[in-house]
């Protein structure tokens, strides 16, 4: 199994559109868990940390998982600037604490 | 606030020619510092990481090789290019020590190697 798992996509939604993307982790000691942005051609962005009890931060909502080792982020009201890629990040311990991306998760928001 | 310089932004060698990257972190002190590598279309590869000044760990064998010569300076190496290291070079700091704090990246550099 994977470190960090993603649904490549694409998803294609329209603007308006509520959208939901899973990743999954295979170290159940993991504890640290982000989502960021990558647009085309660019370096990653934080979109933001994941918390135990899930987290809001206006349309995003993140939501973790430990019994199933999995992470969710929700969009609702979807932009067409919310186009991009979303990585899934999660830290694993070894030695000094590093953190692990996913392939990432590609949204495509249509007018 | 904290600030993260990378240059070139993109570069383009030949085969069998050195490489060096550099990464500087304004703002921040001992910062954890980080190369990846994404080729085209695949995920962020970790390099390279440090936790301080002369203190590197290895995750890939690599013909590349990173430095810390100075507390908020990294820099990335190859003695001699393969196409393989075509990719985007990312450099990263952290803050140390917290277990939730996130990356954040430099703008990255672009390399083909011809």
């Known amino acids: 199994r994977k470190e960090v798992e993603q649904d490549p996509g694409p998803f294609n939604v329209p603007e308006g559109a509520t959208v939901a993307f899973n990743c999954t982790y295979s170290?159940?000691?993991?504890?640290?868990f982000f989502w960021y942005r990558q647009d085309c051609r660019k370096e990653p962005k934080l979109l933001m940390s994941?918390?135990?009890s899930g987290n809001e931060d206006g349309r995003f909502t993140a939501q973790l998982n430990r019994a199933s080792q999995y992470i969710s982020l929700l969009i609702r009201d979807s932009k067409l600037s919310d186009s991009a890629t979303y990585l899934c990040?999660?830290?694993?311990?070894?030695?000094?604490?590093?953190?692990?991306f996913g392939k990432g998760t590609m949204l495509l928001v249509s007018p | 606030s904290q600030t993260i310089h990378q240059w070139p932004a993109t570069l383009v060698q030949p085969v069998g020619s050195p490489l060096s990257l550099e990464c500087t972190v304004e703002?921040?002190?001992?910062?954890?510092l980080y190369w990846y590598r994404q080729a085209a279309g695949r995920g962020l590869q970790l390099l390279f990481y440090?936790?301080?000044?002369?203190?590197i760990s290895s995750e890939v064998p690599q013909n590349l090789s990173a430095s810390r010569p100075q507390d908020r300076q990294f820099i990335l190496s190859s003695k001699k290019l393969l196409l393989s290291d075509s990719g985007f070079y990312l450099c990263?700091?952290?803050?140390?020590?917290?277990?939730?704090?996130?990356?954040?990246f430099g703008n990255g550099t672009r390399l083909t190697v011809t």
């Open positions: 990263a700091w952290r803050i140390p020590g917290t277990g939730n704090s996130p990356l954040h």
């Open positions: 170290n159940s000691a993991s504890q640290s």
């Open positions: 994941v918390y135990s």
């Open positions: 990040v999660v830290n694993r311990r070894q030695g000094y604490s590093t953190l692990t």
């Open positions: 703002g921040t002190s001992n910062p954890n």
């Open positions: 440090s936790v301080g000044i002369g203190q």
